[in-house]
């Protein structure tokens, strides 16, 4: 069956690129997609394998491609320009290569490939974004499918939290996983408001991604989720302070008092949770025994011991039981909950030193652009969805969920709109030069010495 749905994915590009070509004005249903589809792929169904390993403990279960992926494709067939592979890209392309690189040290060389083939498909995904980041109708549409997906997401955690669970996951299997993707929508559906916007469904993302956050009660998500929208503010109204800004303030303030009492309340029962439990000190003691394991396997294997390896080699090798990791199925099956060190233990020193240059390059890009544009609205665009790359950083330092291709799909349209409109000024200052230059250089040196007159 999964071939079937393999073939179903694959012939849906054709008629994607067919159907927005004969009607491009749906084409923003395409955009919408983009936005909405990473949040309700799983319940939704819209994925197919061609080779199927669901029972590999790897967190990449085969080759795989999404309704995602499809529609990804279409929009870069339907744009042709700009042309060229966007700033950034390279990098993550970097990171690709040194997940393909690690398929040559794996003892399962298939169960390693699977995950470069699944960074393709975001290198794909962060290509179709940087497309259309510099369309203000085309962002617009995109932010409102993450406000869609993240509302869409806001409903099946209340049902399950009307139904007693303890810590809500919507369809996403995990609180975390959920908890890290709403992180990089939160910030960017505030930076569309700021820029003057006042979409209502935007509006109502920016309230869903605090309900998805406090009823998922994770201490991470909360943390770097109100950290990342304190600094957005801090450093927007730095960059350039407007009453419109201030506007979006109050209005964060507002849809923060509304769910505080759904984050409080989540947090204490997590608190309650992690002391009956035996504390933090036996979550601590936990977390150090992962890690452990983690540094004993990069010492051992500095070039990675094979992407999408971590769990079977640190327990048939012997890495767990040696740290200390306790012996049950929920702790055995789990991978490190530090990307760094995940990454660094499958991958070895050339995954880690690409990994971390793909976070810090585009940072560095990010702000830059941002402080150097302070005129320029889009600027407060790229400067959430760099804050959301920093919170990012420091947050999967206690997580392992990035390698998720669904965290994965979220962090590339992050990138893609940095690298997008970057992409977009300077083909403008390159148009702006040409034009001086035409204009300085006047008819004779433009168009070649006059002839003669005829005498």
């Given amino acids: 069956m999964h071939y079937v749905a393999f073939a179903i994915i694959l012939m849906a590009y054709p008629g994607f690129v067919s159907w927005f070509r004969s009607n491009p004005r749906k084409l923003h249903w395409a955009y919408f997609g983009l936005g909405i589809l990473p949040f309700t792929l799983n319940s939704w169904n819209l994925d197919g394998a061609l080779v199927n390993w669901s029972a590999w403990p790897g967190y990449t279960k085969g ?3 999404t309704m995602e992926d499809a529609l990804a494709l279409a929009v870069i067939t339907l744009h042709r320009k700009p042309g060229g592979m966007p700033p950034l890209i390279g990098y993550l392309i970097a990171y690709m290569l040194a997940g393909l690189l690690s398929v040559f040290q794996s003892g399962v060389w298939m169960g390693s490939a699977f995950y470069p083939f699944q960074l393709l498909r975001v290198v794909i995904l962060l290509a179709a974004v940087a497309k259309i980041a ?6 617009t549409w995109l932010a ?13 955690c209340i049902d399950q939290k009307l139904h007693g669970a303890f810590q809500t996951a919507g369809t996403m299997g995990h609180q975390n996983l959920l908890g890290l993707m709403t992180e990089f929508v939160l910030v960017l559906l505030l930076a569309i408001l700021a820029m003057g916007s006042r979409n209502r469904v935007i509006m109502l993302g920016v309230i869903s991604a605090l309900v998805v956050i406090g009823l998922g009660a994770s201490r991470g998500a909360v943390l770097f989720s109100l950290g990342g929208v304190a600094l957005f503010m801090v450093l927007s109204i730095i960059r350039r302070p407007t009453q419109r800004k201030w506007q979006v303030v109050g209005f964060a303030a507002l849809a923060l008092a509304l769910t505080s009492p759904l984050i409080i309340k989540g947090m204490n029962n997590r608190i309650g949770q992690i002391k009956q439990a035996g504390g933090n000190e036996g979550v601590d003691l936990e977390r150090q025994a992962f890690e452990r394991a983690a540094k004993a396997m990069f010492a051992d294997h500095p070039m990675g011991v094979g992407a999408n390896q971590y769990v079977v080699v640190a327990n048939a090798q012997g890495y767990s039981k040696r740290a200390g990791v306790i012996w049950n199925w929920t702790s055995r099956a789990a991978n ?5 060190l995940l990454v660094a233990a499958e991958t070895g020193w050339p995954g880690l030193v690409a990994f971390i240059t793909m976070f810090a390059m585009a940072i560095i890009a990010g702000l830059r652009f941002a402080f150097a544009n302070k005129r320029d609205p889009h600027g407060d665009v790229v400067l959430a969805c760099t804050v959301t790359l920093i919170t990012t950083a ?4 206690y997580e392992w969920i990035w390698v998720l291709y669904q965290a994965q799909y979220t962090f590339a349209i992050s ?19 040409r034009r001086r230059l035409a204009e300085e250089s006047g008819p004779d040196r433009e168009f070649g010495p006059l002839p003669s007159p005829a005498g």
Wanted: avoid cysteine; proline fraction near 0%.
């Fill in 134 to 139: 510099s369309d203000e109708r085309a962002l």
């Fill in 336 to 340: 490190v909950h530090n990307t760094y």
């Fill in 415 to 433: 990138l893609g709109i940095i690298s997008g409109m970057i992409r977009a000024r300077a083909i403008e200052r390159r148009e702006i030069r």
């Fill in 63 to 65: 080759i795989v491609i």
């Fill in 394 to 397: 420091l947050h999967i330092q």
């Fill in 144 to 156: 409102m499918g993450l406000a869609a997906g993240v509302a869409y997401q806001a409903y099946f």
